[in-house]
């Protein structure tokens, strides 16, 4: 069990380092490495989206922005908010090159800067796994969701990417099987350190690795969280990439043993 002070060290050590990750994972996203949220999660998010047209959104640890941004292009008038300073830098320069009306704020999912029932939905990509008190930031979300608003997130999928994961491949290399592990260990802050998979080698040489704070929870402990907070689960959705999408991008081809990803659409009665 943490306690309060645990808790605010944890805090303060997962936002230092989102904010030492931001610049290289603006670089490497830009560039197009992070190849599962743009070939693959980002379009299955959408396509399970409702229409959000002329609705009011908030975007939850949104990076430097290339979601809020596919939101806002979906007709939302989007809220960023990010708890790296660096992050939301990048994300309001892009805004004041290219303006798709977003906002952006510095703020900490645990305590959004708003009022009571503002945002008719929420969003957060692959964001709510790098927090901790998950059952809390699922509260504050619900607070500032407008009766029957919705928070549609995705996360690591709790069931095949606990903390430890590995793909069995076959002599050809082509990923044929799932080794999973610690599905029930108690992770809240271990810090785990990868780059984007296809980062080629050149640029691993000249960049650091990103150090990345896992919270993970089991299947039904999120569910726990979700109905505690009062939401009503709608909808679920895992990616899986097609056979040519496997094909094209073969990072992704071992979304088709298991998946890497689970979104889910929340209402708020
Ligand atoms: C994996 S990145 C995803 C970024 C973006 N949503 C995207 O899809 O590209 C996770 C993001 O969550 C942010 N984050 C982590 N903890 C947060 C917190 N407590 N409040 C707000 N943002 C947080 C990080 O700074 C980081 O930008």
Not at 177 to 183: I, K, L, R, W
Request: glycine share 6%; aromatic share 10%.
């Amino acid at each position: 069990m943490v306690n309060q002070t645990d808790n605010d060290v944890l805090k303060r050590s997962a936002a230092d380092h989102w904010e030492a990750n931001a610049e290289t994972w603006t670089k490497h996203a830009r560039a197009g490495y992070d190849i599962y949220r743009d070939a693959l999660h980002t379009p299955a998010f959408l396509q399970m989206l409702p229409n959000i047209k002329g609705l009011n959104g908030l975007d939850v640890g949104c990076g430097e922005g290339a979601n809020t941004r596919s939101l806002a292009r979906a007709g939302a008038t989007m809220t960023g908010i990010d708890i790296a300073p660096t992050f939301v830098r990048h994300a309001t320069e892009y805004e004041q090159k290219e303006p798709h009306g977003i906002r952006y704020l510095t703020a900490d999912a645990l305590h959004l800067p708003f009022d009571d029932a503002q945002f008719d939905f929420a969003s957060a990509f692959m964001s709510m796994m790098d927090m901790p008190q998950q059952g809390d930031v699922l509260k504050e979300v619900f607070r500032i969701l407008k009766p029957h608003g919705f928070f549609q997130f995705t996360i690591l999928h709790p069931c095949f990417v606990p903390p430890f994961r590995k793909n069995i491949r076959d002599e050809n290399g082509k990923a044929v099987a799932v080794q999973v592990a610690d599905y029930f260990a108690n992770i809240d802050g271990s810090v785990e350190t990868w780059w984007f998979s296809s980062l080629p080698q050149a640029e691993r040489e000249q960049s650091k690795p990103f150090n990345i704070p896992r919270f993970h929870r089991t299947l039904s402990e999120w569910i726990g969280m979700i109905t505690a907070a009062g939401f009503i689960l709608e909808a679920s959705v895992e990616p899986m990439a097609s056979e040519e999408l496997a094909a094209q991008e073969d990072v992704v081809a071992d979304t088709r043993i298991t998946p890497i990803a689970w979104i889910v659409r929340l209402r708020k009665s």
